[in-house]
């Protein structure tokens, strides 16, 4: 009765089985040990389920990957509706981002070591770039949303903008994984939204930003085409 049951769970049901599953391995043994045969072991299912749900490896990765990004993605869209001041949206979206990295260690852990496993793996470099340049689009969206509801424009290269944002984000979670500081994490997060709310060119006095830089064309609003 079980294997029956096992044999009919819906596709997509059993890929987010087994996804669960490899982050359960690889947060209890390091990236580098994930394997199908250990996930099919995990989730106690047949090593064929894992292949006929991703055919291979590097797209279970990929799926754990898609995973985290859809959930950054949702944290950063609650952010931008929740509305406020520039600085409040930009704070809510990159300190809730902390707080997610502070409440789940061993996932974020896991992230960082399959995206630098990524630089030495054929296998896995595709799908590690595939996830670093939509962390970069999700970025970038937040940054042209939040002009957007603002009614005003960065002062800048916005590109440079967002990926600052991630690199700060990305570099100061590997040092709250090493060093614990909770407070640190925070208060970086917060400091990054002031700094990039201040480059935000609104004409509101209420919510005060920095004159753009000399030389410095404002970018637009409008949505990057996708």
Not at 125 to 132: L, Q
Not at 167 to 181: E, K, R, Y
Request: proline share 4%; with cysteine.
């Amino acid at each position: 009765m079980t294997s029956a049951k096992r044999a009919h769970l819906p596709v997509e049901q059993r890929r987010a089985q087994l996804v669960a599953a490899a982050m359960q391995v690889m947060q209890r043994e390091g990236a580098w040990a994930l394997t199908t045969r250990a996930v099919a072991r995990e989730a106690g299912v047949p090593l064929g389920a894992v292949h006929y749900a991703f055919g291979a490896k590097a797209e279970l990765v990929r799926a754990v990957f898609q995973a985290d990004r859809d959930r950054a993605t949702a944290l950063l869209m609650r952010a931008v509706e929740a509305g406020g001041t520039p600085t409040e949206v930009l704070t809510r979206a990159l300190v809730g981002y902390a707080d997610s990295v502070i409440a789940d260690p061993g996932a974020e852990m896991v992230l960082q070591e399959l995206t630098m496993m990524g630089g030495r793996d054929d296998d896995l470099r595709a799908a590690a770039r595939e996830s670093t340049e939509q962390y970069r689009r999700d970025a970038l969206d937040l940054l042209h949303r939040v002009a957007e509801v603002s009614g005003g424009t960065w002062a800048g290269d916005v590109d440079v903008l967002a990926e600052s944002v991630l690199g700060l984000l990305f570099g100061a979670s590997v040092n709250w994984l090493c060093t614990g500081d909770d407070a640190l994490f925070r208060r970086c997060a917060t400091d990054a939204a002031r700094v990039l709310a201040g480059r935000l060119v609104t004409g509101s006095a209420g919510d005060a930003a920095s004159p753009p830089p000399p030389g410095a064309a404002p970018v637009r609003a409008d949505h990057p085409g996708r």
